[in-house]
Every structure is written in C-alpha cells, then in structure tokens.
C-alpha cells in the first residue's frame, strides 16, 4: 500500500471529521469524505484542494440508510487507494433512557455502533491481503463511565472501544493497525444537536488539540488513545485489573458466594 494510502473519513462534514480531514490533507493524503451534508462536504473539499493541493472525493451518505451504507462499504471493498478509514461518524441522544424514544435508541446504535463495525467489516479482508492499513474509531471516554447517566450513547462508546481492541488482537499481527481514540468533552456541534450549549460545561477540548493528540496516538501506533487522560498508568493499571480476572473465568463451579439459593 502506498505511503500516503487515500483517507476514508465518515462524519467528515463538521467537527472532529472535518478536523482529521484537513490535518490527513495536510499530511499529504488523499481523501474520501462521508457524511450526509453534500453541501458541506463540497465546501470543505474545495477548499482544502485549494490549500494543500491533494485529490478530494466525496460521498454523501446517511450511515444509518442500509442502500447509502452499501455504497460506501462497497467503496472500502473495491478502491485499493483507500488504506485508512476513520470510522466518526457518531451523535449522542438527548435525555435520560426513559425519556428517549426506542426508535431514537435504534436509530443511534445503527449510527454509532453499527455502522462502525460493517465499515471495518467491510475493509478488513482487504486490508488483510494487502498486509497492511488502519482503521481509527472514534470512541468516547463516556463509554468507561456509566456514571454520566448517557446510557445508550455510553454503550455504544463502549461496543466501539471493545470492537476497536479485539481487532487490534486479531487484525494487528495481520499488518493492520486499529486505533481507538476516546475524547472527552469536545468542542463541536454535537453538543448543541442535543440541546446543551457546551460553553456551560467545564474542561471541554478545542477540536484541533483533540485531532492532533489523536494523531500523535496513531503515530506511536497505539492501541487506545485518551488524549484528555494525563496520567497513562491509570489506562494500564485498569487493564491490568481486567486481565488479572480472565484466568479465572474457566469455571466448572460458580463462586461460592452464589451457592446457597438452593
Ligand atoms: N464532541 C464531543 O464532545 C465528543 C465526540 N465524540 C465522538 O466524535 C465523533 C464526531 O462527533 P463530533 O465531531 O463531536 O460531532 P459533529 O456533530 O460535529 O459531527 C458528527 C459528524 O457525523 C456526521 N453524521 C451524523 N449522522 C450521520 C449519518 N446518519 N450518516 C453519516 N454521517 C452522519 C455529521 O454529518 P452530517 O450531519 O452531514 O451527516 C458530522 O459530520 C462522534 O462519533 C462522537 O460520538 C466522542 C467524544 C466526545
Ligand atoms: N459526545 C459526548 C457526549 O455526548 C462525549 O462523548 O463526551
């Protein structure tokens, strides 16, 4: 695959997509813009051929539409100039779980779940031939902490960070790289989407620190990149946790505490 492999970029119309888009571009990369707002991704296409002088395709597609989803999947199976995706493409729901609707629900695990593993998904076998590519997810620090009271948006956050690091396991050794990156609060229009003005919330990121830390992560090719998390060993130190458990799930007999029901 080419030094410079083409970019496929979903969510790339605003925000944290628009923000890798250009930074790509900068870099040298051609690219392949996802989103639904044509008229964005044209306006943000133009201009960035007219400042870095790399070929801008784009794709307007709704992720969440099985036909545009197809079309996009069938774009990362058949155009061997693509050696990166970057799976963005995600919102969040506005209030707490019985106050959302199931259609609401659906609708945003198709987006932010969904639609993340049938693009790797699509990608992956060739990415596997070649022996090389990456795939980045964008992930979210909300998906470790139940605590935020955002349910679902939470459990997709988190499908998306343990997706992203099973394929590592088993993609990595194949040549790929799988990235998870999990920001937290960031400065995009996400958080007007869902009715909350993100000047009144605290410790929020600007978008370009966000992408440039997660491209500093994807340079050391790292496995999970947490660009607001200051202190790395509390990262490792939680996965040690985890995996000091996993030797002891094989079990003929439950743990004692659960054997006096009957
Ligand atoms: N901002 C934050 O605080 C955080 C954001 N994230 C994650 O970052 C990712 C990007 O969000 P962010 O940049 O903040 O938000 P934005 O709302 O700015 O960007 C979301 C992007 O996704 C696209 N999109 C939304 N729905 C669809 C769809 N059905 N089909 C195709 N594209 C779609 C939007 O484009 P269009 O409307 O044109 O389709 C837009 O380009 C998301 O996955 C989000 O969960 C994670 C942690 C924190
Ligand atoms: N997108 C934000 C929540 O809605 C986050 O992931 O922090």
Redesign the pocket.
Known sequence: MADTPTVLITGASSGIGATYAERFARRGHNLLLVARNKARLEALSARLREETGVTIDILPADVTNSDELAAVETRLRDDRQIGILVNNA?A?LEGTFVDQAANDIAQLIALNATAVARLASAVAPRFIEAGSGAIINIS???GLAPEFG?SV?GAT?AFVTFLSQGLSLELGPKGIYVQAVL????RTE??EL?GIDVNTLQGVMEVGELVDAALAGFDKREPVTIPPLHDAAQWDAYQAARQTMIPGFAQVHAAERYRSAS
């Open positions: 995600g969040s979210s620090v909300v955002m948006y956050k920001p937290a609060a960031t996400l958080w869902v």
